[in-house]
Structures are given as C-alpha cells and as structure tokens.
C-alpha cells in the first residue's frame, strides 16, 4: 500500500510539482512552499494566479495580481523576469531555451532568455498560452479559437477558429495537434500536420462539466482530461488523433466528479484526483487501479510526479495537502 507524507497548509493550494527531488507547493495568496529537509516558505506574490513548471530546468513560473512575472527556485530563489503594474497576470507558460509566455489583456509577451521580448496583440482576451514542442512557437487561446504566432520569425499568424470561449490550450508532445479547452464542457482539436485539405477539426464533446485538467502520456499517444465522474482518456496515436474513435473512460466513480490528471512521467499510468480528495492511479493497458489516498477534506486540485515516478505530490482547496510514496 502506498504511504503518504501529509501536509498542512492554509488555504487554497493552486499547484504542486516536483523540482528536482523536492516537492513545492504554491497557495492563491502567493507563498510557495517547499519540502526540503523539513517545510520553507517563500513569499513569492500578493496573490498567485498562475504557476507552470519549466521542465528544461527545474524552476517554477509564475504570476500574480501584483503584475509580475517570477522565476522560482528549488531553493525558494526568486528572479523577476517581467512586471506590469496595475495589471493581474493569470496565464504563463514555459517555453524551450529559457523561454517564457505570459499574457493580460489582449497581449502576449514572449520573453527571451537573453531578456528581450516579442508582444503580440489578440482580437479578444487571451485565456491560456502553451509553446509548441519544437521552434519558437506559441498558441494563444481566445474567444473563437486560437491564434498560432511564430515568436523568432516575422511569419504571419496563424488563426485556428471555432466558435466558443476557449480556455486553455495545450500542444501535443509530437506537435502535431494543438487541443483547447472550453467554457462550454467540451474540447476542441486542430489537426496541425497534413493538406490543408484534409479536415483539421477534432470535437471531443460530453463533459457534464467543465474540463479544468489536461495531461499527456509520455510519448503523446493519450491525453486524459478531468470534467466527468471519469478520467476522459482520448487517443492521439493514430494519424488522425481521437476522429472517430471513442475515449477511454477511468477510475469511474458513480457520480464524483475527477477535478485532475496527471500522468506518470515514464509509464501509461494516471493518477487521477476527485472532488472528494480521493486519488487513483490507473493503468491504460489493462485500466487495473489502485488507491493511492482516501477522501480527505477537498477537491484535489493539482498533482505533479518526481521524476523517477516514485513520489507523487499533491494539493487541495482545503491545503491538505502531501507526498504520495508509490512503492509504500
């Protein structure tokens, strides 16, 4: 049976990831928290909105309703790489070469390592930012669609539409597909390689809720997303991704809804988390479980794995929050 580190922290805890070996929590008011040879605390922001791990290396990016753009530390070190006073920056995202993306208003910026930065300006207002695998390239999310920008060259923009509010976005691993989330419980799929002829559009429609989690398998072939009594798994091994094909439904629980994914970072395993505070990991091939915690006192709120996929660490609403051993 798998043993957990509990931990306690006040208040909503918006992320969790694993930065090197340790594990760093980050609440809606702006401390970070981290496991390192007992509990530190950073004061990072007057308010955290978003929080994204850059996996190239191993430093969390931040934002907040204080305007800035923070780079943190597995040490709780913080580097400001952008501040933008009187505005609330709730959409960041990492980037290869040191890249990072962050947005307000109607803006994107992307800002270099060398520290010079690119803004591009969207018709309505940007909801979610992801980078493409390869290249400089960014997807920003917006009412009616997406709008792909090619960050390092003077290439015209490339818009995606589909009507809706789109809420987030993220880029398949292979990037090959690009995938938002929307406001009205469903997602919605570009086909980015092919004809242009050939029919970009993927409808992954039947949420009950909205769908607030999204993480890719290792090699890009599912992607699992929350917003159903199940983990909704699609599969995007096919040339055409999920077109036609059913998903898979996991860890299926009557009426308690999943509220995150999160995949194992070597395996075709999910640990999927419930409203209740409830986690399972759930293998693909055979959909054998197990019970990784029981219920606990609120919705799980974010999950993220140690490298070597031996520790998973994960937050609440509630901040109970704590380290899961795998191996017990």
Same mark, same amino acid.
């Given at each position: 049976?798998?043993?957990?580190?509990?931990?306690?922290?006040?208040?909503?805890?918006?992320?969790?990831?694993?930065?090197?070996?340790?594990?760093?929590?980050?609440?809606?008011?702006?401390?970070?928290?981290?496991?390192?040879?007992?509990?530190?605390?950073?004061?990072?922001?007057?308010?955290?909105?978003?929080?994204?791990?850059?996996?190239?290396?191993?430093?969390?990016?931040?934002?907040?309703?204080?305007?800035?753009?923070?780079?943190?530390?597995?040490?709780?070190?913080?580097?400001?790489?952008? @501040?933008?006073?009187?505005?609330?920056?709730?959409?960041?995202?990492?980037?290869?070469?040191?890249?990072?993306?962050?947005? @307000?208003?109607?803006?994107?910026?992307?800002?270099?390592?060398?520290?010079?930065?690119?803004?591009?300006?969207?018709?309505?207002?940007?909801?979610?930012?992801?980078?493409?695998?390869?290249?400089?390239?960014?997807?920003?999310?917006?009412?009616?669609?997406?709008?792909?920008?090619?960050?390092?060259?003077?290439?015209?923009?490339?818009?995606?539409?589909?009507?809706?509010? @789109?809420?987030?976005?993220?880029?398949?691993?292979?990037?090959?597909?690009?995938?938002?989330?929307?406001?009205?419980?469903?997602?919605?799929?570009?086909?980015?390689?092919?004809?242009?002829?050939?029919?970009?559009?993927?409808?992954?429609?039947?949420?009950?809720?909205?769908?607030?989690?999204?993480?890719?398998?290792?090699?890009?072939?599912?992607?699992?997303?929350?917003?159903?009594?199940?983990?909704?798994?699609?599969?995007?091994?096919?040339?055409?991704?999920?077109?036609?094909?059913?998903?898979?439904?996991?860890?299926?629980?009557?009426?308690?809804?999943?509220?995150?994914?999160?995949?194992?970072?070597?395996?075709?395993?999910?640990?999927?988390?419930?409203?209740?505070?409830?986690?399972?990991?759930?293998?693909?091939?055979?959909?054998?479980?197990?019970?990784?915690?029981?219920?606990?006192?609120?919705?799980?709120?974010?999950?993220?794995?140690?490298?070597?996929?031996?520790?998973?660490?994960?937050?609440?609403?509630?901040?109970?929050?704590?380290?899961?051993?795998?191996?017990?």
């Amino acid at each position: 049976m798998p043993t957990v580190a509990p931990l306690d922290i006040d208040g909503h805890v918006l992320k969790v990831h694993f930065l090197g070996d340790i594990p760093v929590f980050a609440t809606a008011t702006g401390t970070i928290h981290r496991l390192d040879g007992g509990e530190k605390v950073t004061e990072a922001h007057q308010g955290l909105l978003a929080c994204v791990k850059d996996q190239a290396n191993q430093t969390l990016v931040t934002g907040g309703e204080d305007g800035r753009v923070l780079r943190i530390g597995h040490d709780g070190s913080i580097t400001e790489l952008a @501040h933008v006073p009187r505005k609330w920056i709730s959409v960041v995202a990492a980037g290869p070469q040191g890249a990072v993306a962050y947005a @307000h208003g109607k803006s994107s910026i992307v800002r270099l390592a060398d520290g010079t930065s690119k803004e591009f300006t969207e018709e309505r207002t940007v909801e979610g930012l992801d980078f493409a695998p390869k290249g400089l390239r960014i997807a920003a999310a917006r009412y009616n669609g997406v709008t792909l920008h090619w960050v390092g060259t003077a290439g015209a923009p490339i818009d995606l539409d589909w009507k809706g509010a @789109h809420t987030g976005v993220t880029f398949s691993p292979d990037g090959r597909f690009v995938v938002t989330m929307m406001q009205e419980s469903a997602l919605h799929g570009w086909k980015l390689d092919g004809k242009a002829t050939d029919t970009r559009h993927m409808r992954m429609t039947g949420y009950p809720a909205k769908v607030k989690s999204l993480s890719w398998s290792i090699k890009g072939k599912w992607l699992a997303s929350s917003g159903a009594p199940a983990a909704i798994v699609w599969p995007f091994s096919g040339k055409d991704g999920p077109m036609g094909k059913a998903p898979l439904e996991l860890g299926t629980r009557s009426n308690i809804m999943v509220t995150e994914v999160s995949f194992h970072p070597a395996e075709e395993v999910l640990a999927i988390g419930f409203v209740d505070g409830m986690i399972l990991a759930v293998r693909i091939a055979d959909g054998k479980e197990a019970l990784l915690r029981r219920p606990g006192k609120g919705a799980i709120t974010s999950m993220g794995w140690s490298s070597n996929g031996k520790l998973l660490a994960f937050a609440s609403e509630t901040g109970d929050c704590g380290v899961i051993d795998i191996a017990g």
